[in-house]
Every structure is written in C-alpha cells, then in structure tokens.
C-alpha cells in the first residue's frame, strides 16, 4: 500500500487549492482515505475522510474543503475553497482498511504518504 499526496503550494486568503493522493495496489473501496495536517508546532490533526460510508470533515474545514474519490483511477482528492491563513500546514494521506472512516485519530490509520505543504498567504 503506497500513497502519495501532492498539489501543495501557495494559495492566497480566499481561493483555492486543490491536493491529490494517489493510491497504488490497493482496492479503493475497501479502504478509509483520511486527510490529515500539522502545521508547525501543532498536533497532527484529521481534516477530512471518505470512505462507503460517505464523506466526513472536521468542523474547521467544513463547507469550505471537499473530499472526493475516483475509485477506478485510485485517487483521492481534497478541494480547498476559501482557505485562510489556519489552514497553512504539511497536508498528508493516510489509509486504513475500514470500510467506515473516521476523522480521527489519525492512530486509526495505518497507511501514510510523504506530506505536501500548503501556504496560505497574500
């Protein structure tokens, strides 16, 4: 099980972002994709998770990110509209083999990608 998360970079207050984590030899569906972030000297914490039993999101990031899937091309995305300045951190994707996610704790999941670094600035 390999993942790997891109798509980070600088975003001003109020736009938008989008990051990918592609997933290698694994079955989409059988697994919970979470997004996690830490930024620096904070705690690693869940963003958002997808799994058969929908989507889910922290309440920091809710009707602002939008977590989807394609199971076919084994791809999960997080779509970042109006971030601001709180959601600069390392951004990472983990997975575990749970047919319902959960948000957190991010110790649920067993399978993590290198993290991509999302600045929010002006």
């Known amino acids: 099980v390999q993942l790997q998360a891109s798509g980070g970079g600088l975003v001003q207050p109020g736009g938008s972002l989008r990051l990918s984590c592609a997933a290698s030899e694994f079955n989409l569906d059988l697994y919970s994709i979470g997004w996690f972030r830490q930024a620096p000297g904070k705690e690693r914490e869940g963003v958002s998770c997808?799994?058969?039993?929908?989507?889910f999101y922290a309440d920091s990031v809710k009707g602002r990110f939008t977590i989807s899937k394609d199971n076919a091309e084994r791809t999960v995305w997080l779509q970042m509209d109006l971030p601001n300045a709180d959601d600069t951190a390392v951004y990472y994707c983990?997975?575990?083999?749970?047919?319902?996610?959960?948000?957190?704790?991010?110790?649920?999941?067993?399978?993590w990608g290198q993290g991509t670094l999302v600045t929010v600035s002006s």
């Open positions: 997808v799994s058969r039993n929908g989507a």
């Open positions: 983990a997975a575990e083999l749970r047919p319902t996610c959960r948000v957190n704790p991010a110790s649920l999941y067993d399978y």
